[in-house]
């Protein structure tokens, strides 16, 4: 069985660092790719990053572009997440995902099969 675990989150300053890691087990790993949703209180899930299977390519929203980078270390079933210059409005829950094969569009939640249960990034102002 599929089990996507998520850690690293937590309370952190605003201009602060957190480092998101996700860790699979019960599926080959770098058959997919793979992604990280957000979901704050009272907004829309967001696609905020994705890797593909190799780690050849990764697409960012546009809110975190520049801060955020996105990797995969496939030897160890993981997936990462690093978190530069925190906003407040980054201040959510975090999901990773199991990607599709085809990323056209890549932020489409629908299309990605297991979640994992979130870790919870909250900023201060």
């Known amino acids: 069985q599929v089990q996507l675990v998520e850690s690293g989150g937590g309370l952190v300053q605003a201009g602060g660092s957190l480092r998101l890691s996700c860790t699979a087990s019960?599926?080959?790993?770098?058959?997919?790719?793979m992604g990280w949703f957000r979901q704050a209180p009272g907004k829309e899930r967001e696609g905020v990053s994705c890797?593909?299977?190799?780690?050849?390519?990764?697409y960012y929203a546009d809110s975190v572009k520049g801060r955020f980078t996105i990797s995969r270390d496939n030897a160890k079933n993981t997936l990462y997440l690093q978190m530069n210059s925190l906003k407040p409005e980054d201040t959510a829950m975090y999901y990773c995902?199991?990607?599709?094969?085809?990323?056209?569009?890549?932020?489409?939640?629908?299309?990605?099969?297991?979640w994992g249960q979130g870790t919870q990034v909250t900023v201060s102002s």
């Open positions: 995902a199991v990607g599709p094969r085809n990323l056209s569009p890549w932020n489409d939640g629908g299309k990605y099969t297991y």
């Open positions: 019960g599926l080959t790993f770098d058959d997919y790719a």
């Open positions: 890797i593909s299977w190799s780690g050849g390519s990764t």
